[in-house]
């Protein structure tokens, strides 16, 4: 049985249809996840894993592992990765950060703490690092359907963003197939894309032009904080602003776990255009 925290996300939604389509038996988990939530065959586990009281079931052959803002940011790796020492194996998606940005308490210490942590349970893992979500042009959501605007610094410093249904892919095969034990695989798209291009992407996806504006470092702040703690914040537009050089570099990570190229921000947002509209 294989259990998949974060279920109701971007990735672990996914993840979870990708397992149930090949035959596994799967515990979807979410704070507030329900049996709506997840396909036929799939058992639903509402828990929340930042509490010591968190109910996951003790015999998992594998655990994907997803570390949302709150408990990333709670201090307790330790206490979170505990119990989950007697399954087969632990998948943590991790992130980018723990290499480009170690001195970052939000993008790189909180999580090497859940690496170190799961290290030191003594259980086969695999850490997935990926870099920008091409999902996060959901933010964007409201703005593209009420006006077909949207707003973003840094418009033309360009990231190698990832489709959250490949890191799916990913976690999947290391999940479910030997030879990724005590592995760490970097997770990118196939190339740059920038603000103004993504922008220019999804009003391709929807047949209508969407007019891109630069923000200010200040106005993209502003924004961001009411949603993200300061740190967070500060970390990820720097990211945006000023990346660093493995930052921008494309990893063939994805290619070669999956035997094909991973998606274009092109192809994410054909996919979710009807979003946008």
């Given at each position: 049985m294989i259990v998949v925290t974060g279920a109701t996300g971007n990735v672990g939604r996914t993840l979870v249809r990708i397992l149930a389509d090949q035959g596994h038996e799967v515990t979807a988990v979410a704070r507030r996840i329900t049996e709506a939530d997840v396909p036929p065959g799939v058992r639903a586990l509402a828990t929340d894993l930042s509490q010591p009281s968190a109910d996951l079931p003790a015999e998992a052959d594998a655990i994907f592992l997803l570390v949302g803002g709150e408990l990333m940011m709670a201090g307790n790796a330790a206490?979170?990765?505990?119990?989950?020492?007697?399954?087969g194996r632990i998948v943590l998606l991790s992130s980018q950060g723990v290499a480009t940005r170690p001195d970052s308490p939000s993008h790189g210490q909180a999580l090497a703490a859940f690496e170190q942590a799961v290290m030191a349970s003594g259980t086969d893992w695999t850490f997935l690092r990926p870099g920008g979500f091409a999902s996060n042009a959901f933010a964007w959501v409201p703005s593209v359907t009420?006006?077909?605007?949207?707003?973003?610094?840094?418009?033309?410093?360009?990231?190698?963003?990832?489709?959250?249904?490949?890191i799916a892919a990913v976690a999947a095969v290391a999940l479910t197939q030997p030879g990724h034990e005590k592995t760490t695989y970097e997770l990118t798209g196939p190339a740059l894309t920038t603000p103004r291009q993504r922008a220019a992407a999804i009003g391709d996806a929807?047949?209508?032009?969407?007019?891109?504006?630069?923000?200010?470092?200040?106005?993209a702040y502003a924004q961001m904080i009411t949603f993200m703690p300061a740190q967070v914040v500060e970390t990820t537009l720097d990211i945006l602003g000023t990346p660093t050089v493995h930052e921008q570099r494309v990893s063939s990570d994805v290619e070669k776990i999956l035997g094909r190229a991973p998606a274009t921000f092109a192809d994410w947002a054909d996919r979710n255009a009807s979003a946008f509209r």
């Open positions: 206490q979170v990765v505990r119990p989950l020492a007697d399954s009420a006006g077909r605007t949207i707003a973003a610094p840094f418009g033309d410093i360009g990231l190698p963003v990832i489709d959250p249904d490949d929807i047949g209508e032009p969407v007019t891109f504006r630069e923000q200010t470092r200040e106005e």
